[in-house]
């Protein structure tokens, strides 16, 4: 089985190759040469189909000879030439050609010939049609990473790009999403599957992981879904910093994911300083002075005023 993916898979033809030279020299051994002939893949195709980047061998195997003969391949009626992804492996009763990580190039139909080895006269041709297929995946519409804000609901779409029907289901965190009720829902739409969170919470946060099967092979593809909550002031406070009451820092308590940013502003407040949490401020002031916390995420913001009286006797503060 393989995992998410739409390009290059890693293939060892090599392994397959020995096994089944290994197999055809005990077969002959046993004396038991059976006239075959089979295309092999990686998925292990019945019908002659292939996905890009499999594994291709064909196999054609001949009964015990009145005449010596040789075997030859052609792909298209024209002969089969050997390079870099084409490997030819014979011995007495099997001739094998391996086609490593296929393309769409390699489609045709490709044919064992055996002929006599004293006049070259063709004895017998045996044909199989290959066809090399866009391999199947499926991935989040979303991506990588999907965010959604609490007690919203939310919509996220896996899509499936296959010339074949895939079973499709949803997993989080490795259990499957089932059913059309509760506040996880899943529908199907033509191209694959949407999964509806309704009145989103912390505990949806998690992976979720699309998965696909043609029957032979599975595909899958994981998105991370965050769950943003709008920010909240939830205090201020007040508190002295030095002796004799000369400096006060002025603090601003949040809540919210992602971490909000806080901004302070007010008459006498230098721009430089806006961004100060806690916001220090000298003891100096005998008036009532407002100071307004503003803080902000992706998903929201909020805002608190305060009255503000310090001196170095002396301070309050009261909320608006």
Known sequence: MRGSHCGPQDNDASVLVMMIFLMSVFSAARGYIVETYAVIASRSPR?????????????????????????????????????????????YSKSIVVIEAARKEDSGMYA????????????????????????????????????????????????????????????????????????????????????????????????????????????????????????TITNITITPTSVENRQWALLCETEGKPKPTVKWKSKKLPTILQYENPLLLDGDHDEDINYTCIVKNAAGRDSRTVTLFTSKTKHYMVSN
């Open 112 to 231: 064992c010939v055996t002929a006599q080895m004293s006049n070259g006269t063709q004895l017998a041709s045996y044909e199989k049609r290959l066809r090399v297929r866009d391999r199947p995946c499926v991935f989040w519409q979303v991506g990588n990473v999907s965010a959604a804000l609490q007690h919203k609901n939310i919509t996220i779409r896996c899509n499936s790009v296959s010339i074949t029907t895939l079973s499709l289901a949803v997993f989080k965190d490795g259990f499957r999403v089932r059913g059309r009720r509760g506040r996880r829902r899943i529908t199907h739409n033509p191209t694959g599957l949407d999964l509806k969170i309704l009145n989103v919470r912390s505990s949806d946060a998690g992976r979720y992981t699309c998965w696909g099967s043609d029957g032979v092979e599975t595909f899958n593809s994981s998105t991370w879904l965050t769950v943003n909550r709008p920010p």
């Open 47 to 91: 019908d002659g189909k292939v996905y890009i980047d499999d594994i291709v061998i064909f196999s054609c195997r001949r009964t015990n000879e009145i005449q010596p003969a040789v075997a030859y391949w052609k792909k298209d009626g024209v002969v089969l030439i050997l390079n870099t992804r084409v490997h030819f492996h014979t011995n």
